[in-house]
């Protein structure tokens, strides 16, 4: 059973930083590709970026330049650093991978 759990949500001010993660359990994470999704209030869930297993990364559109996607294999886990944060960005962001989901980190950006 895959578990995937992440962490790191917050209120941040616009402009400012946040580092989410997601720690995997009970798959072959190493050669999983794993994606950040989110979903804002009132709005379908969007996908925001993926890092497939050999390391390359994609993103949507509004986020490139400004949030990252890595791994680290030997910890199982996956992260969104998200940099020059906007009100728009707010969302319950979720991790995905393995056929699974984990159960949201809510980022609020606001001043």
């Known amino acids: 059973q895959v578990q995937l759990v992440e962490s790191g949500g917050g209120l941040v001010q616009p402009g400012g930083s946040l580092r989410l993660s997601c720690a995997a359990s009970?798959?072959?994470?190493?050669?999983?590709?794993m994606g950040w999704y989110r979903q804002a209030p009132g709005k379908q869930r969007e996908w925001v970026a993926t890092?497939?297993?050999?390391?390359?990364?994609y993103y949507q559109n509004s986020v490139k330049g400004r949030f990252t996607i890595s791994r680290d294999n030997a910890k199982n886990t996956v992260y969104l650093q998200m940099n020059s944060l906007k009100p728009e960005d707010t969302a319950v962001y979720y991790c995905?991978?393995?056929?699974?989901w984990g159960q949201g980190t809510q980022v609020t950006v606001s001043s």
């Open positions: 995905n991978g393995m056929q699974s």
């Open positions: 009970g798959g072959d994470f190493s050669s999983a590709g």
């Open positions: 890092i497939v297993s050999g390391g390359w990364t």
